[in-house]
T-cell receptor, first 113, second 116 residues
Framework: AQSVTQLGSHVSVSEGALVLLRCNYSSSVPPYLFWYVQYPNQGLQLLLKYTSAATLVKGINGFEAEFKKSETSFHLTKPSAHMSDAAEYFCAVSLTGANNLFFGTGTRLTVIP | GAVVSQHPSWVICKSGTSVKIECRSLDFQATTMFWYRQFPKQSLMLMATSNEGSKATYEQGVEKDKFLINHASLTLSTLTVTSAHPEDSSFYIC????????????FGDGTRLSIL
């Protein structure tokens, strides 16, 4: 079985500050891990994905995430928050790489000017 | 590339009517399409997985007769909410996976369904 836990349903940061969104996974086999962003009334946009290659994954819009097997974590970071980063962020896990995505409950990021 | 178009984006209708939502892959062939439901401020719940030319596989607890899914071509899947009632009001999102590629799912922009 596999699942993801996102710690913190709401995160607020000041513009220019570090963004850290936490995700811990549970999987019986090496997983595929994803971060998606959702803007209001829109679908999900892929930020980045981990597929057992490099443990530090760089995505779009300056985001990156590091796969840490020992901590079963895949936290999302961005050095400097922009107002446009305000959105809902979902971590997801899959055993097969594309099918059967299991989503976390999401973290709403607020950026304070 | 990898654009998924979902239509309509918003629909309001009376209780008892049926509503069809379309999901199209615009620039790739999608062997597999997924339908999700999202309640306000909650995560996505997978409803069903459909493969082109075959019957959809529904997740446990999802009524097959209520949510009819058709995936007749490599670029189009439809979800029909039959005899919709207010409790069916939700945000429905489709996604598609490209043929022959280990590639993430590409999501549509969703359809907000409101049943009066």
């Amino acid at each position: 079985a596999q699942s993801v836990t996102q710690l913190g349903s709401h995160v607020s940061v000041s513009e220019g500050a570090l963004v850290l969104l936490r995700c811990n996974y549970s999987s019986s086999v090496p997983p595929y891990l994803f971060w998606y962003v959702q803007y209001p009334n829109q679908g999900l946009q892929l930020l980045l994905k981990y597929t057992s290659a490099a443990t530090l994954v760089k995505g779009i819009n300056g985001f990156e995430a590091e796969f840490k097997k020992s901590e079963t974590s895949f936290h999302l970071t961005k050095p400097s928050a922009h107002m446009s980063d305000a959105a809902e962020y979902f971590c997801a896990v899959s055993l097969t790489g594309a099918n059967n995505l299991f989503f976390g409950t999401g973290t709403r990021l607020t950026v304070i000017p | 590339g990898a654009v998924v178009s979902q239509h309509p984006s918003w629909v309001i209708c009376k209780s008892g009517t049926s509503v069809k939502i379309e999901c199209r892959s615009l620039d790739f062939q999608a062997t597999t399409m997924f339908w999700y439901r999202q309640f306000p401020k909650q995560s996505l719940m997978l409803m069903a997985t459909s493969n082109e030319g075959s019957k959809a596989t529904y997740e446990q607890g999802v009524e097959k007769d209520k949510f009819l899914i058709n995936h007749a071509s490599l670029t189009l899947s439809t979800l029909t909410v039959t005899s919709a009632h207010p409790e069916d009001s939700s945000f429905y999102i489709c996604s598609a996976r490209e043929r022959d590629r280990v590639d993430p799912q590409h999501f549509g922009d969703g359809t907000r369904l409101s049943i009066l």
